[in-house]
């Protein structure tokens, strides 16, 4: 059931940047958000700072860097009663500068933990809740990034992404190991790999569900957030020049508010009920540029790599 005439969505790291702006934007669709967060007092100031109203968000605890967090979510969540009508895996974390790997309670890579296998986790527990829904256009939702893709310019600057065979994952993925290639570690690599995860996480998730579930399965680049909180980790300089770069050198630039209604529309609009697609949108700093379906890197349209990722990812979470 709807509660209150409202679908509700849950939107993984609403406290800030897209997450957030998805968030506004999606209470003003007419829906209810469940801001999943790590810091709940963040989320509540930044939900208040943005203006959505009070009635149409709940914020819940969840760090995607711990497995054991992310069930406990999922507990939560389903304390609360509500019917879930969409999700949007959209929380990531980058620390281009570490020279050593963090490394999560389980003991795997932090990055790949937070931005793959905790969402791997979250929404395969959260197919059932899904699949219940009365409601008639559930969507899975997860946002991707231009550097996924070495075909766009984006996805040019080395170090490019790989996953190699999978070995670091088929090894186990702890100490000494740290990268899923099973190669020494690579901050900026180990962010990039873990968007291909997603990547091919959504395809996989349209060919196992979508015809069985018609649950609508997709992803999206919805343009170069240069000013997100994700480059927090990043040197100062970066942080001020980047924004300038993507304005008036690469074209690619939008804001965080521009960036969140983009996101919405593929969560909730009509127009974007194609599952199995990753959108993208072309000359990205105009508002009215229509959007279109973009092809994946070669890595990310591998649909064997799709399917060994999927099992040893369920093996890892403890989902085999």
Not at 73 to 89: E, Q
Not at 160 to 180: H, V
Not at 220 to 248: D, M, S, W
Not at 293 to 309: F, G, H, I, Y
Request: hydrophobic fraction near 35%.
């Amino acid at each position: 059931m709807v509660q209150n005439g409202k679908p509700t969505v849950i939107i993984t790291g609403a406290s800030s940047g897209v997450g957030l702006y998805t968030a506004k934007a999606m209470a003003n669709k007419g829906w209810h958000v469940v801001m999943a967060c790590r810091n709940l007092e963040k989320a509540e100031a930044a939900a208040q700072s943005v203006g959505i109203p009070k009635d149409s968000y709940t914020v819940l605890h969840i760090d995607l860097g711990s497995l054991d967090s992310v069930r406990q979510f999922v507990n939560n969540f389903r304390s609360t009663g509500k019917s879930l009508d969409a999700l949007l895996c959209n929380a990531a974390i980058y620390m281009p500068l570490i020279k050593e790997p963090l490394r999560s309670p389980e003991g795997y890579e932090l990055t790949m933990t937070t931005n793959h296998l905790g969402h791997f986790l979250l929404c395969n527990l959260l197919l059932e809740d899904l699949k219940k829904s009365s409601y008639s256009d559930r969507r899975l939702v997860i946002l991707g990034t231009v550097t996924h893709n070495p075909d766009e310019l984006g996805g040019k600057i080395p170090p490019r992404p790989d996953l190699g065979d999978l070995e670091g994952f088929a090894n186990g993925f702890k100490a000494p190991i740290t990268m899923i290639d099973g190669k020494k570690f690579e901050p900026v690599k180990a962010y990039k790999d873990s968007k291909v995860c997603n990547v091919l996480t959504m395809r996989e998730l349209h060919r196992r569900y979508h015809d069985s579930t018609g649950i609508v399965f997709s992803s999206l680049y919805p343009g170069c957030v240069a000013e997100t909180p994700l480059f927090r980790n990043h040197y100062p300089l970066f942080q001020k020049i980047f924004p300038i770069f993507q304005k008036y050198i690469t074209g690619g630039y939008v804001s965080q508010e521009l960036s969140g209604e983009r996101v919405a529309s593929v969560i909730a609009d009509p127009e974007y009920k194609q599952s199995g697609a990753y959108w993208s949108w072309g000359n990205r700093q105009k508002k009215d540029r229509k959007s279109f379906v973009q092809k994946v890197s070669p890595q990310a349209r591998d649909d064997e790599k799709a399917e060994k990722l999927w099992d040893l990812s369920a093996k890892l979470v403890g989902l085999a």
